[in-house]
């Protein structure tokens, strides 16, 4: 079993639609989450950290359910400029570890 | 400020030869992260580094070693290059090590390719 897994992309929706993406990870001694967001050919850019109490920023709504070991990210209004692909991200012991991803979960929004 | 630099951006070679890639962290951050990213993957952690010491170490082999200098800029280092080395190499910095929470800002990569 893969530590972080995503849902396969990739996703095509229309502007102005709502999407969500799943994550799932293995290790339950996971301390803190992340969801990136990587555009083709660059680097992986924070979109946000994910709280147990779930968390919202504009558009973009993420949640934690530690007892599953389940990561989500929900857009709404989705625009053009979120076409990405979205890396659900864990990290475990004191960051010695790294972050691990998962392997992203590309976006395309169709106008 | 300056976000993390990587050098170069991109960079061929054949296999069997070996490479140095090099990272600038954020001023102010010393603790330098290494990741490999090959194509349709995402990134896979190699080593980090804080205040000049190993903290961590992915599942790469000896040939992939690093360092990181008094300034905190660091350099990654592949021996005996494969096919298999092409990807693109991540550098990311954070203030400190040791804590999970602790934000990495990543660098733009440097594009490897072994032919």
């Known amino acids: 079993r893969k530590e972080v897994e995503q849902d396969p992309g990739p996703f095509n929706v229309p502007e102005g639609a709502t999407v969500a993406f799943n994550c799932t990870y293995s290790?339950?001694?996971?301390?803190?989450f992340f969801w990136y967001r990587q555009d083709c050919r660059k680097e992986p850019k924070l979109l946000m950290s994910v709280y147990s109490s779930g968390n919202e920023d504009g558009r973009f709504t993420a949640q934690l359910n530690r007892a599953s070991q389940y990561i989500s990210l929900l857009i709404r209004d989705s625009k053009l400029s979120d076409s990405a692909t979205y890396l659900c991200?864990?990290?475990?012991?004191?960051?010695?570890?790294?972050?691990?991803f998962g392997k992203g979960t590309h976006l395309i929004i169709q106008p | 400020d300056a976000g993390v630099t990587q050098s170069p951006t991109h960079l061929i070679k054949t296999r069997g030869q070996h490479v140095t890639l090099r990272c600038s962290p954020i001023?102010?951050?010393?603790?330098v992260s290494w990741y490999q990213q090959v194509l349709g993957q995402g990134p896979q952690f190699i080593f980090q580094?804080?205040?000049?010491?190993?903290?961590g170490r992915g599942n790469f082999p000896d040939r992939f070693s690093a360092r990181q200098f008094p300034n905190y800029s660091s350099e990654l280092n592949v021996n005996a290059l494969l096919l298999g080395d092409s990807a693109l190499y991540l550098c990311a910095s954070s203030w400190t090590s040791g804590s999970s929470y602790n934000e990495q800002f990543f660098g733009p990569g440097t594009r490897l390719t072994v032919l």
């Open positions: 290790n339950s001694a996971s301390q803190s």
């Open positions: 001023s102010g951050h010393k603790s």
């Open positions: 991200v864990v990290n475990g012991r004191g960051g010695a570890d790294g972050l691990t």
């Open positions: 580094y804080y205040e000049k010491e190993e903290r």
